[in-house]
């Protein structure tokens, strides 16, 4: 319980600087065909996307590492589409890729978002991965374990790793969870991919950059 609180009480004011370039590629020739797959949920988006602790400043090392201090102007879902030629549906994560100065050590992923399907027991999967792409720690559960009925903050915690350089979370959610995101972005760091294949930028329909409220906890190294 203390680490989660740790956790919490560093949900404030730290923004990171986002300047590196990444390739993609595309799911598929047309472009289009992957943004089908993002759908908007309506909410009350006031809900807060941080936490301001009143010991905070006992626990100054603590960081969270993220793009935006605002709250999710909307929340997206991704559609598991049907992959006639692999005879089965595919798996689609939201990702963010995470650049710091610094070694850092990660030891807590941070999502806004709310569980969409009835039930909450569709399992989720988070993965870490550095610059690499290889993997460094994976998590599956329920939703219903961590994630609230209305938009708000889902910690999950993860033993410490030490990350130097690049690195990269993906939340494959089987369309059991709505994730915040900043519509029209300009620092955009956030991306689609389906489980074993290369990333695309996260989009709207409309062509619109999108950045994903995923958040990591820890401190430097």
Do not use: C
Not at 32 to 50: C, F, H, M, P
Not at 80 to 107: C, E, K, S, W
Not at 178 to 185: E, L, N, Q, R, T
Request: no cysteine; charged share 20%.
């Amino acid at each position: 319980m203390r680490k989660e609180f740790v956790i919490l009480a560093a949900i404030a004011m730290i923004t990171v600087s986002a300047a590196a370039a990444v390739a993609v590629a595309n799911l598929a020739d047309d472009p289009a065909n992957s943004q089908q797959i993002i759908k908007g949920l309506t909410y009350d988006v006031t809900a807060e996307s941080r936490i301001t602790a009143l010991d905070a400043a006992a626990d100054a090392d603590v960081q969270l590492l993220h793009y935006s201090e605002e709250p999710p102007n909307n929340y997206f879902f991704l559609e598991m589409p049907y992959d006639a030629n692999m005879g089965r549906y595919m798996d689609m994560g939201q990702a963010v890729l995470f650049t710091h100065a610094r070694p850092f050590i990660v030891d807590g992923v941070v999502i806004n978002g709310t569980y969409s399907n009835e039930s909450g027991y569709v399992p989720f999967t988070v993965e870490l991965r550095d610059d690499k792409g290889k993997l460094l720690y994976q998590l599956t559960d329920v939703s219903v374990a961590y994630f609230p009925t209305k938009p708000g903050l889902a910690v999950i915690e993860i033993p410490a790793i030490k990350i130097d350089g690049d690195f990269t979370v993906i939340f494959y959610s089987r369309a059991s969870v709505s994730v915040g995101a900043y519509v029209g972005a300009s620092n955009n760091m956030s991306f689609v991919i389906p489980r074993g294949f290369s990333m695309e930028p996260a989009v709207t329909p409309e062509g619109l950059p999108l950045e994903w409220t995923i958040s990591v906890v820890g401190m430097d190294a």
